[in-house]
């Protein structure tokens, strides 16, 4: 599995020929997704890799990435794939229900992280949701490792798919973090979970 996680991860990171032990794997992450409820028109921001949402909600998904061969090599699915970069989207405002991040920002570098959840909030609806999910990263401190990642079996209905998700380990964000991120956004906060270094946030669009 780990060489599966090496070789899936880190695609879009250069050629990192990393060595597994340049890793640093947090327990494992079970998600269910099967009665995670995600309504009307569904932007995937990050939506490559293994293309989860698209899996899950099919036809109502439009899945975004700034890497077309991230896209390419997401699952087939009844879902749109469209090359974009999230910190500039292509869409009107107020087109979207739904605006879904699966683990994707842990790929994403601090600076620019202010700058697409102002994008999703635009984009959004009012009363529109943006569903996240990622994992906590710590301060990196004295460790010698770079990367710093997760198995993930991700469980939608009887399908259970077996991934893993790794970045460099030169980011630091936990529950709090992304819960002031969407704030300072203008989004509040439904419900809000963290748990043996999983993160699962519900906000939603007020005005
Ligand atoms: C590995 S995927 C995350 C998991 C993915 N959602 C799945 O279902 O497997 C993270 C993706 O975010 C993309 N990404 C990072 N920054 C981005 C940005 N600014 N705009 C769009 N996509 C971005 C990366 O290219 C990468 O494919």
Avoid: C
């Amino acid at each position: 599995m780990r060489s599966y996680l090496l070789t899936l991860q880190y695609s879009f990171l250069g050629d990192y020929n990393m060595a597994e032990e340049k890793m640093f794997f947090i327990n494992p992450h079970r998600i269910d997704l099967s009665n995670v409820e995600l309504n009307g028109r569904i932007l995937d921001v990050g939506g490559g890799g293994e293309g989860i949402i698209g899996i899950y909600k099919g036809a109502q998904v439009i899945a975004i990435d700034r890497r077309k061969g991230e896209l390419e090599k997401a699952a087939d699915g009844n879902y749109l794939k469209i090359i974009m970069d999230a910190k500039d989207l292509k869409f009107l405002d107020e087109t979207f229900e739904t605006v879904t991040a699966f683990y994707m920002f842990m790929y994403v570098p601090m600076e620019n992280r202010k700058e697409i959840f102002k994008e999703i909030h635009r984009v959004l609806k009012k009363g529109g949701e943006l569903v996240l999910w990622d994992m906590v990263i710590p301060q990196k401190g004295e460790s010698k490792k770079e990367l710093y990642g997760a198995e993930v079996k991700v469980i939608i209905g009887e399908q259970e798919i077996d991934t893993g998700y790794g970045t460099h380990w030169n980011k630091e964000q936990d529950l709090k973090y992304f819960i002031d991120l969407g704030k300072k956004a203008g989004f509040e906060v439904s419900s809000k979970q963290e748990d043996d270094k999983k993160i699962f946030i519900r906000y939603h669009k007020t005005n």
